[in-house]
């Protein structure tokens, strides 16, 4: 038993303080980062005492970027230089976005995601994202006066995998260590459940700027067990703005609009949408480029009508992961609220009715998530809190592959609670065939046509055999961010050959590190400094890990020989710690990882016996 | 002084459980004896328990080994609870505990009353999504359930009283047919919706 260290006020040992994190909402409209101080999750404000970072971002020719409030002023003046909602095209080829009309922005069709011209050059949508992150890991790292362990990113639940892996390509971009992606419902649902000691069946639905979620979890006993999700990833408030910008071009007579008035007309769109949650009329008042003022009145009678089948589009959902989840209306005691969009009047009808009870609505819409994430984030950094819960999330669609005839076969059901791992044969079609060509597709669809495209890759070096007599065996692993690695091989007669593909709709490594080179000299150099502080912090928890470990257990496992060689490996890194070159140091890191496999092993062995037949350790003290 | 495992693994922050060991099946893993009779109480409880031993939130800070440990172990226990949790999936995996397989792909001599009564389910399907008729699907939806009950109940007597393992097998062969059925309901009940 460890004694107590007692430190000094100020010089607490190292590896026991508080380790940074935070839980970040990369959101469509807006972003917010939440960390938890003293036992409480709380969003950290900028400098002008606003939590609210406006997701938007302003290319200069100069190569100067703006973000949040500046360059939402800046919207209708610079419209194709200015990001709106960059969200709705993180992971989505142009062909996705075709149907949203009226974007005053350049688009380029690039291979997996699209891409937006702009005075500074081509830019990804995971560039743009991790240009607004940055300014929120700034924010943090300002105000906690640190560097970050790591960052938890809320992912809507609805998002596939190509949507996941660019927004954690845009969290390595901002230079993030990205703890997990969590799902925004369900952060929620830690930030409500944890509060209000809530048991139960819960529903969250969570109406934001760009997206739409539904997520119905059960609650028991610190465990957040999430049944179903549900949604449309290309559904939100954004949605609403269009039909009234819509109205606005029918009322007035308008056609062809250029960028600058496209955008100037969105933007009293969403002013008009936000006037009529407490006004039951609001006038619409702009002067367009040419001089032509256009003037309207919009009655929330009407506002309601054109938005009727917008809210349908959620109900659908809802209704659909209820029976998932196996569930009737009457069994969910609480429908938990989130995201902006919740705010408008004729949702809140709408959820009521379908629900048959009055929806909750005592907790800030635009908060929770990230209030939830920093929860989560500060338990995965390692500073756990005393009351232990846990959470078990689920994917939202299914995970299938391409088989004869383009039709996809499920490998793991929409829903499966992850991590999660299935396993399912093939063989060969003709005689002689030494090459497979996997087609990796996610989506409830029968066709592979109609469902998203994640990942192709070829099995190669198949033992010529007879048709049919090749047994190839595909494993899907999703992790527990909800994201997928596939993995090939084939069985026969001892020969194998395995490969191992993440689904490539974001950013490979290489363009990651690219895009990093890309920038100048002194970025670089803050880079490495990075690099280095995090390797050294890592090093530093697993030598203390190791002592530990080697304390309680090291004689009773080891011989002297082994313990020999692991405190050789420890000696090793220690040597080196202290280095400027993080390499080498990642080198030793590894290397005493490698020594103390066997260790870990039999150390778990030993628990697990003990776990399993229900004793404790002090039983066998 | 009591110390529990997990308070224990805490503290030094090393991952509780060992590397995965498929040698014990699901039964052995949730500590239930192999039959088709279980305890859901005693199951979920015990998924929670071990969840919380070795879910990745809790060594997200840890090496990478222990970390692909934690993943592993992981799914493997969210693999046993769903082969459990479902009737069908459990009698399934029982039988081939026993080395029986129950040929769902490759079997399909099916008795004559129960096809031609499958046949007559899928049809009232058909009809009722034609028909846009909601109570119908209601109605064809709570019989496939009550079947369900009654396979179920049948194959809990198959594979712990009378141990009749083709029997058993032919169940299961049943079960997964109205498996399909309660699927394709579930589709229609999304299309009349949309």
């Known amino acids: 038993m460890a004694l107590l260290q007692i430190s000094e006020p100020g010089l607490s040992a190292a590896p026991h303080q508080h380790r940074l994190a935070v839980g970040i909402d990369l959101g469509t409209t807006n972003s917010l980062v939440a960390t938890v101080r003293n036992g409480i999750s709380v969003v950290l404000n900028d400098e002008q005492g606003s939590a609210l970072l406006p997701s938007v971002v302003r290319y200069s020719e100069d190569g100067n970027v703006q973000v949040g409030i500046t360059a939402q002023a800046l919207q209708s003046a610079d419209p194709q230089n200015t990001i709106v909602s960059v969200k709705r095209f993180m992971g989505r080829g142009l062909k996705d976005v075709g149907e949203v009309i009226d974007l005053p922005y350049r688009f380029v069709d690039s291979p997996g995601m699209v891409q937006l011209r702009t005075v500074a050059g081509v830019k990804s949508p995971v560039e743009v994202s991790a240009e607004i992150l940055k300014v929120l890991r700034d924010r943090a790292e300002r105000s906690l006066g640190g560097e970050l362990v790591g960052a938890v990113i809320t992912v809507p639940a609805y998002f596939d995998d190509a949507q996941r892996q660019a927004t954690k390509d845009a969290a390595k971009l901002a230079g993030l260590n990205v703890l997990r992606l969590l799902n925004e419902p369900t952060a929620a649902a830690i930030a409500y459940g944890l509060d209000n000691a809530s048991e139960g069946v819960y529903a969250v639905y969570d109406l934001g700027g760009g997206t739409f979620d539904i997520s119905i979890l059960r609650l028991s006993k610190g465990v957040f067990e999430v049944l179903a999700t549900n949604g449309d990833s290309a559904l939100g408030g954004d949605d609403f703005d269009q039909r009234i910008y819509c109205w606005i071009l029918e009322k007035a007579g308008l056609s062809q609009l250029d960028a600058k008035d496209t955008r100037l007309l969105l933007t009293h769109s969403r002013a008009a949408k936000e006037q009529l949650t407490d006004h039951i009329q609001t006038q619409i008042t702009a002067v367009l480029s040419n001089g032509e003022l256009v003037d309207v009145t919009l009655t929330r009678d009407d506002f309601y009508a054109m938005t009727q089948n917008l809210l349908t589009r959620t109900l659908q959902p809802t209704r659909r992961a209820l029976r998932d989840a196996k569930l009737s209306v009457e069994e969910v005691k609480g429908v938990v609220m989130v995201g902006g969009s919740t705010r408008m009047p004729q949702v809140q009808r709408a959820v009521a009715e379908l629900f048959n009870q009055t929806p909750l609505t005592n907790l800030d819409p635009d908060k929770v998530v990230a209030l939830g994430a920093a929860i989560q984030a500060n338990v995965l950094a390692g500073n756990r809190s005393a009351d232990d819960w846990l959470l078990l999330d689920v994917i939202p669609l299914s995970l299938g592959i391409e088989t004869m005839g383009g039709l996809s076969e499920k490998i793991i059901p929409r829903n499966s609670t992850i991590p999660s791992a299935r396993a399912q044969e093939f063989t060969t079609f003709k005689d002689g065939q030494t090459a497979m060509s996997i087609h990796v597709v996610q989506g409830e669809r029968e066709l592979v046509t109609d469902c998203r495209s994640l990942a192709k890759f070829e099995l190669r070096g198949i033992p010529a055999m007879v048709a049919g007599s090749a047994r190839i065996r595909v494993t899907y692993q999703v992790d527990a961010d909800g994201l997928l690695s596939v993995t090939a091989r084939e069985m026969n007669s001892g020969v194998e050959s395995a490969v191992t593909v993440k689904p490539s709709y974001g950013l490979s490594e290489g363009e990651i590190t690219r895009m990093l080179q890309d920038g100048n000299q002194h970025a670089r150099d803050d880079m490495q400094a990075r690099a280095l502080r995090e390797q050294q912090t890592e090093a530093a928890q697993l030598l203390e890990a190791v002592d530990n470990a080697l304390r309680l257990d090291g004689d009773a496992i080891l011989d002297a020989q082994a313990k020999a060689r692991i405190q050789g490996s420890m000696e090793a890194l220690r040597s080196v710690l202290s280095g400027s070159d993080h390499l080498v140091i990642k080198r030793a890191v590894e290397a005493l990882n490698q020594t103390t496999v066997i260790f870990a092993q039999a150390r778990m062995d030993r628990s697990v016996s003990t776990a399993l037949k229900g004793h404790n350790l002090s039983e066998l003290e | ?194």
Request: aromatic share 8%; proline share 3%; with cysteine.
């Open chain 2, 1 to 194: 002084m009591r110390v529990d495992v997990e308070r224990a693994s805490r503290s030094d922050g090393f991952f509780p459980m060992k590397s995965l060991d498929f040698q014990q099946d699901f039964f052995q893993l949730f500590e239930l004896s192999p039959c088709f009779a279980i305890d859901n109480a005693a199951l979920d409880q015990r998924y929670r328990d071990l969840q919380s031993q070795v879910h990745p939130d809790k060594f997200s800070h840890l090496s990478e080994s222990e970390q692909r440990l934690s993943m592993q172990w992981s799914t493997r226990i969210n693999e046993g609870y769903q082969t459990l949790r479902s009737p069908l999936a459990r009698g399934r995996y029982l039988l081939s505990l026993q080395g029986v397989d129950t040929q769902e792909e490759t079997n399909t001599a099916m008795p004559l009353d129960f096809l031609m009564q499958q046949m007559e389910r899928r049809e009232a399907l058909q009809d009722a999504l034609e028909a846009k008729d909601i109570d119908a699907l209601d109605r064809l939806s709570d019989t496939t359930r009550q079947d369900t009950r009654d396979l179920v109940r049948q194959l809990g007597v198959q594979l712990d009283d009378t141990q009749d393992h083709l029997a058993a097998a032919g169940t299961v062969r049943k079960l997964r047919f109205l498996e399909k059925l309660a699927e394709e309901i579930s589709s229609a009940y999304d299309e009349l919706d949309s």
